[in-house]
């Protein structure tokens, strides 16, 4: 292999437009909003690090960006280039790396554009790649008055390459980012100094809000918790009207330095104005917080203040009051307004204590006039029709009369598989959340839904399935579980646990609970019902256009049927769940509903298609999938039939995707529908024999399709045909 050579380097630069086109941006609305909101989360930090951090945040959501780097030219040589950050899988920037690290830049400043590093192209590209441990890379220069000042690297470590949507996601991201540090810098001497409180050097409130707003739109995306702390001096006027002004501003310095020494870096300290201060504890837990909230008091309530004469005889306390998210709140407001009244109930106790919210939810000694429901809940559950957003508030109201910390509604649907319909007080490293999404339940609701009798729970021996619930986020012993029953019929199941005052649930509490449990039934009864008569109705239309479809194109006859039974023997006998069967089903036989918004004469055409017309048949996946949008429980159905003409290698369409980015459904469902194609006369062509498509299938193994698929489907037609077939 041959060492790469930055002064000639091999031609990677990206020639293709990379403005987004519209149709690109219609299904891609979830990587588009961000990027829109890209400017806002980035924010108005004056820090490098701060900056970058939030925006390999974005890169990793927009386009699954598992590497990152800042590199920028050396202010020594005038050629030169050094890593400025680096957040990388691969080796740390070493002498023996530095040309691999660098040389991203390098290259993309050499053709003064955006270049794509991918060593199964150019060989040449594997040790850069190897350094920043990623089997591609993408590099955006950055310039300030038409130079290139520094460049943007994203690589992927175990996904494939880039595909050209994310190039130009990135690309528009870089941009973004551009224009940010070009703000930034015409402002920052003035920007550092409008966010410091110059008494105790520390933030002021503006900043405060500021990065408040971000860590709640950063924990939404990452699933993150984090705690807040709102901190007050005790008898602090009284003090500083006894003794001397200055001794006052001494203590607020002094105060602000035992913060600073407690914290971490990356923790947010802010004088808020007066005796009043705020932290932000990144990945902290109302438990962990607590645990450093009375540190902090124990180390002022030992530390001498100035008194008479400027002799050190004083001491003062300090009350904080802790309220984490999401635990303890769904939105900005309600986490500041829960934070204030913890810390007005620590004072309301004598001062010099800290306590966290969940421990005055409920008990009286609650600021008059607060809040207990989020607001914005109510409003977003009023603009909309989902079942889940009013399942969640009556949970929510429902856990707060009984003090509960955590509660969940678990749904059995049909079909025998399950769903977690609302949860409130959970955190994402409970064992039995995947990250599909998939809900497993547990014993508890395997026998509530079996025995369909409630649970509680007061003591570990009531338990008839064991205690093995603490390493599932129970903090106690007690908890309370009820099936949701309508009408004879059980529909899932609720469970309390986690009880604020420690107090154990009883059978009173399950009579209280009663008629809650009812409405709930009910309501869930109702939105099950609706969600399939919707579902039925749409599904009835679609199945009637696929219909008409074959009737006015007739080569089309029977496809969408056989398509579908092949497709269900495959995922069956791959083993696919229930719910995975159902989608795989209704997308394989919806999965050419989409060409009804293609010209009948480009179907019915006997040559072959010009360009243009190839991109509007390509077209047809997208369309198929816009249809089913909005109809409740299709979102596989619709993810399979968008991707049923995606390759394995890549090479596909809509959007290019490879390998497992590709849903194993529509792996199965792209073997089924090329194969009946090719056994089926079309305008242009008479139908192949089983044995010469199975042979075509046979030889696009591992490019256009999944090898394990097809040695699946091999297995269906030998069993169908007698061993005749491959």
């Given amino acids: 292999m041959a060492p790469l050579d930055l002064n000639h380097p091999p031609l990677c630069s990206i020639d293709f437009p990379l403005e987004l086109t519209p149709d690109e941006i219609v299904s891609l609305s979830g990587p588009i909003n961000t990027l829109l909101k890209s400017s806002y989360l980035l924010g108005a930090a004056f820090e490098i690090d701060a900056i970058f951090n939030s925006l390999f945040d974005i890169a990793e959501e927009i386009a699954r960006v598992e590497a990152c780097g800042h590199l920028r030219r050396s202010e020594v040589a005038p050629n030169g280039w050094e890593v400025a950050i680096l957040r990388s899988p691969g080796p740390p920037p070493d002498p023996e790396h530095a040309l691999h690290h660098i040389a991203p830049g390098a290259i993309a400043c050499h053709f003064g554009k ?70 930034n810098e015409s402002i920052n001497a003035k920007s550092v100094y409008s966010f410091i409180e110059p008494l105790t050097n520390l933030y002021n409130r503006p900043y405060f809000n500021n990065q408040l707003e971000k860590e709640i739109l950063r924990s939404r995306r990452s699933g993150e918790s984090f705690s807040l702390l709102m901190l007050d001096i005790d008898g602090f006027r009284e003090y500083k009207d006894r003794f001397l002004s200055a001794s006052g501003e001494i ?61 050190r005889t004083e001491r003062l306390n300090a009350s904080i009051g802790i309220a984490s998210f999401p635990a303890d709140s769904f939105d900005l407001a309600d986490l500041l307004s829960k934070a204030e009244r913890a810390l007005y109930a620590s004072r309301e106790r004598g001062g010099g204590r800290a306590c966290p919210y969940h421990e005055i939810d409920g008990n009286g000694h609650l600021k008059p006039g607060g809040k207990d429901l989020p607001v914005n809940k109510i409003f977003d559950a009023g603009r ?30 049909p ?41 509680v729970v007061s003591r570990p021996e009531d338990s008839p399935v064991g205690n093995p619930f603490r390493k599932n986020g129970y903090q106690t012993d007690s908890f309370l579980s009820l099936p949701l029953t309508h009408h004879g019929q059980t529909l899932g199941a609720l469970h309390l646990t986690n009880r604020m005052d420690q ?6 509490d399950l009579k209280a609970f009663g008629p809650i449990a009812s409405e709930i039934a009910m309501i869930l009864a109702q939105g099950m019902a609706f969600r399939e008569n919707v579902r039925s109705f749409s599904l009835s239309i679609l199945s009637t256009l696929s219909g008409a479809l074959e009737l006015r194109f007739p080569f089309l006859s029977g496809h969408a049927v056989r398509v579908r039974d092949l497709s269900v023997r495959i995922g069956q006998r791959m083993g696919l769940g229930n719910g995975d069967l159902d989608a795989l089903r209704h997308a394989a036989a919806l999965h050419d509903v989409g060409i009804v918004g293609i010209p009948g004469d480009i179907l019915t055409k006997s040559g072959y298609l010009s360009e243009e017309e190839t991109e509007l048949v390509r077209k047809h996946p997208f369309l ?21 003409h995606e390759n394995f290698d890549g090479t596909g369409y809509p959007y290019g995707l490879r390998g497992d980015d590709i849903s194993m459904t529509a792996r199965i469902l792209s073997v089924s529908e090329v194969f009946d194609s090719l056994v089926s006369p079309r305008p242009y062509r008479d139908g192949f024999l089983q044995e010469e498509a199975a042979k075509m299938v046979k030889a696009g193994e591992s490019t256009l399709f999944d090898r394990e698929v097809c040695n699946v489907f091999f297995g269906e037609l030998r069993s169908s045909s007698g061993d005749r077939i491959c």
């Fill in 384 to 413: 909309s029709v989902d079942m889940d957003k009013f399942l969640e508030i009556l949970l929510f109201t429902a856990m707060q009369g009984l003090g509960a910390g955590r509660g969940s509604i678990v749904v059995k649907d």
């Fill in 624 to 644: 198929g999938s816009k249809m089913l949008e909005g109809v409740p429980g299709m979102d596989a159905a619709r993810r399979t039939i968008l991707e049923h």
């Fill in 503 to 508: 107090r154990p649930f009883t059978w009173e």
């Fill in 251 to 311: 203590a607020l310095q002094e105060f602000a330095g035992i913060l600073g020494g407690v914290i971490r870096e990356v923790d947010t300290l802010s004088h808020l104005g007066g005796s009043a201060f705020a932290v932000i504890l990144l990945e902290s837990d109302s438990d962990g917080a607590l645990t450093l909230a009375n540190r902090i008091i124990q180390r002022f309530r030992r530390h001498l203040l100035p008194g008479i004469d400027d002799s």
């Fill in 114 to 183: 955006a270049v794509l590093l991918d060593p199964e192209r150019e060989e040449s590209f594997r040790e850069t790649c190897d350094a920043w441990g990623s089997r591609s890379l993408l590099s955006c220069p950055i310039r300030r008055d038409r130079d290139i000042v520094s460049a943007l690297v994203f690589g992927k470590k175990d996904s494939h390459p880039f595909t050209n949507v994310q190039v130009k996601l990135l690309w528009a991201l870089a941009m973004q980012a551009q224009n940010h540090l070009q703000r």
């Fill in 415 to 455: 079909g025998g598989d399950f769903s977690l319909t609302a949860a409130v007080g959970f955190d994402r490293y409970d064992e039995y959340l995947t990250t599909a999404g998939r809900f497993h339940p547990g014993p508890v609701t395997q026998w509530v839904l079996t025995h369909q009798l409630p649970l």
